[in-house]
């Protein structure tokens, strides 16, 4: 069975930075295609993906995030960090990780392509 629990969230002003953490179990950790995700808050809003990890250990983000968050993992521990820096109001949102199908530059966002389901999120308010 594959249980994904996220941590790590919380609140900080503009410019703050959080390390967000999650483990996936009941999978082939260290094989797999991983990624952040986030939802921001309000209606019609949708789940985006933040940034993305191949097993091969390549990167890649959403732009609006480029150069301000670094996702990681350690494969021993079945872990994924997503580190969060200069944080903007934006960034506020309930964040997930999950495995993914694919990673690339160009479907770094979608969430079609997301293995399992969702866990229960870490929220993360930004205020300004």
């Known amino acids: 069975q594959v249980r994904v629990t996220e941590s790590g969230g919380g609140s900080v002003q503009a410019g703050g930075s959080l390390r967000l953490s999650c483990t996936i179990s009941g999978v082939d950790f260290e094989n797999a295609i991983v990624g952040w995700f986030r939802h921001h808050p309000g209606p019609m809003k949708e789940r985006e993906g933040v940034?993305?990890?191949?097993?091969?250990?390549?990167?890649y983000y959403l732009d609006s995030v480029e150069g301000r968050f670094t996702i990681s993992r350690d494969n021993a521990k079945s872990a994924l960090t997503l580190q969060m820096n200069d944080l903007e109001p934006q960034d506020t949102g309930l964040y997930f990780c999950?495995?993914?199908?694919?990673?690339?530059?160009?479907?770094?966002?979608?969430?079609?392509?997301?293995?399992?389901?969702w866990g229960r999120g870490t929220m993360v308010t930004v205020s300004s």
């Open positions: 940034a993305c990890m191949t097993r091969d250990g390549l990167t």
């Open positions: 999950a495995r993914r199908a694919t990673c690339g530059e160009s479907v770094v966002r979608s969430t079609q392509n997301v293995l399992d389901g």
